[in-house]
T-cell receptor
Framework: DQQVKQNSPSLSVQEGRISILNCDYT??????FLWYKKYPAEGPTFLIS?????DKNEDGRFTVFLNKSAKHLSLHIVPSQPGDSAVYFC???????????FGKGTRLHILP | NAGVTQTPKFRVLKTGQSMTLLCAQD?????MYWYRQDPGMGLRLIHY???????AKGEVPDGYNVSRLKKQNFLLGLESAAPSQTSVYFC???????????FGDGTRLSIL
């Protein structure tokens, strides 16, 4: 029973264009959502988060959108750069029990 | 500026052997987590702790035990290793709820 779903295992985007990574969740009690980036042989690093009381959060080239009614969030990267090539994980947390549950990840390839 | 440190980085075990993975954080974080990453499975939560002396089960706790005797350390034990436990193990910590996690660089464990 997967509570956080990233249905696209991989995505290729031209350098300079917008990258859009999607994530769906099933648990309506999730109230805090995060995106992490992971390079090979390293631990995940935090990118951006959003609380359930907001529908958008922006940090430089990264914007996260949350649609609570659809139980869907997305990460937009504009413009995409070669260093953005990595695996991106979506994660969600329920403040009642402090678990953080991750999706399976999406591998982003930025093409020159 | 150590952050989250995992020991060891690599280990090869034989089936039935036991071992303990150590996670240490120097950020005075309350919450600590153990995840395993397998191909196509993303990061799955094994056990976690919301404070010194507390532990709780995650998504895939079977075959593992944990202890949090000191706030800065979170130990993951395998009492009788099985080939299915071959994986990359990540430890993470965070200050409190609705804060992002900081990850270590992982322990690559092979069970023969």
């Amino acid at each position: 029973d997967q509570q956080v779903k990233q249905n696209s295992p991989s995505l290729s985007v031209q350098e300079g264009r917008i990258s859009i990574l999607n994530c769906d969740y099933t648990n309506s009690m999730f109230d805090y959502f995060l995106w992490y980036k992971k390079y090979p042989a390293e631990g995940p690093t935090f990118l951006i988060s959003i609380s359930s009381i907001k529908d958008k959060n922006e940090d430089g080239r990264f914007t996260v959108f949350l649609n609570k009614s659809a139980k869907h969030l997305s990460l937009h990267i504009v413009p995409s750069q070669p260093g953005d090539s990595a695996v991106y994980f979506c994660a969600a947390s329920d403040n009642r029990d402090d678990k953080i549950i991750f999706g399976k990840g999406t591998r982003l390839h930025i093409l020159p | 500026n150590a952050g989250v440190t995992q020991t060891p980085k690599f280990r090869v075990l034989k089936t039935g052997q036991s071992m303990t993975l150590l996670c240490a954080q120097d950020m005075n974080h309350e919450y600590m987590y153990w995840y395993r990453q397998d191909p196509g499975m993303g990061l799955r939560l094994i056990h976690y702790s919301v404070g010194e002396g507390t532990t709780a089960k995650g998504e895939v706790p079977d075959g593992y035990n944990v202890s949090r005797l000191k706030k800065q350390n979170f130990l993951l034990g395998l009492e009788s290793a099985a080939p299915s436990q071959t994986s990359v193990y990540f430890c993470a910590s965070r200050l409190q709820g609705n804060q992002p996690q900081h990850f270590g660089d992982g322990t690559r464990l092979s069970i023969l």
